[in-house]
């Protein structure tokens, strides 16, 4: 059973960054499709960047395109957030997650990922 655990957040100013991490554990991980998603306080959680298993391929939701680099360490078992010139409108609690590899389908779905970590908070003040 994979576990997941996110770190990294924190209160930052607007134009700040912060890099998030999200180490896994108990399961081949190179292999797998990594995702960030986020979720504000009163709203539904939305994909933010999600990378290949296979090809490191990434693509970023378009709000934080320019902004937002995801990477992954497979020797660490490790993906990355960095995320750079932060908005308040940033502001949410950030989640990993592993996509499912046997379900077919864009991996845009939070209903495509079935491990999932705990969550860390970025607080971005005006």
């Not at 576990?3 to 990294?8: D, H, M, T, Y």
């Not at 960047?49 to 320019?66: H, L, N």
């Not at 997650?97 to 705990?118: D, H, I």
Request: proline content about 4%.
């Amino acid at each position: 059973q994979v576990q997941l655990v996110e770190s990294g957040g924190g209160l930052v100013q607007a134009g700040g960054s912060l890099r998030l991490s999200c180490a896994a554990s108990g399961s081949t991980f190179n292999s797998y499709t990594m995702a960030w998603f986020r979720q504000a306080p009163g709203k539904a959680r939305e994909f933010v960047t999600v990378i290949g298993g296979s090809d490191d391929r990434a693509y970023y939701e378009d709000s934080v395109k320019g902004r937002f680099t995801i990477s992954r360490d497979n020797a660490k078992n490790t993906v990355y957030l960095q995320m750079n010139g932060l908005k308040p409108e940033d502001t949410a609690g950030y989640y990993c997650a592993r996509k499912n590899p046997v379900v077919p389908g864009t991996p845009f779905s939070s209903a495509l990922y079935t491990a999932w970590g705990q969550g860390t908070l970025v607080t971005v003040s005006s």
